[in-house]
């Protein structure tokens, strides 16, 4: 039986992403991102819970992720979800769950001179003009659904 392991993610950088080299020369960046949701409990008060999420790139999509993100901005991030498991140095058993992203599209507006976001395919990136024409908006309102 085939399986789906598939994240899409939107939210704000925790920090700037840093970068690491493997040593075959292989770039590698690591952030945080913050997913937000908001809810009313059971008293009607309105609540806000945050998740966050560790966020890793390979090769020109890091590249690309040192260069153009930064702390605050809000990006749109597809990736796979990834469980590593290792020592740390009081030799206790450790599990790290972390995103792999494959993709990543800058969102909020433009920055400097740049460009808006960049899809990554195997090992092409391309730019991507804006938020609805990276998502193939519709232009559907209100009031073209019938319910």
Not at 42 to 58: L, V
Not at 104 to 119: D, F, H, T
Request: with cysteine; proline share 4%.
């Amino acid at each position: 039986m085939a399986s789906l392991n598939k994240v899409l993610l939107i939210g704000h950088l925790g920090k700037d992403p840093e970068v690491r080299y493997t040593p075959d020369g292989a770039a590698v960046a690591s952030f945080s991102l913050a997913t937000s949701e908001v809810f009313n409990d059971k008293n009607g008060t309105r609540q806000e819970r945050t998740e966050w999420h560790r966020i890793s790139a390979w090769g020109k999509l890091a590249d690309i992720c040192k260069q153009y993100l930064a702390k605050g901005r809000q990006v749109y991030i597809e990736g796979r979800i990834r469980t590593r498991e290792y020592t740390d140095r009081e030799g206790i058993k450790r599990y790290a769950t972390e995103i792999v992203a494959n993709q990543m599209i800058m969102l909020g507006g433009r920055p400097q001179g740049g460009e808006a976001g960049y899809q990554s395919g195997t090992s092409v990136a391309r730019p991507v003009a804006d938020a609805d024409q990276a998502f193939g908006d519709p232009g559907i309102t209100d009031s073209d659904i019938p319910f």
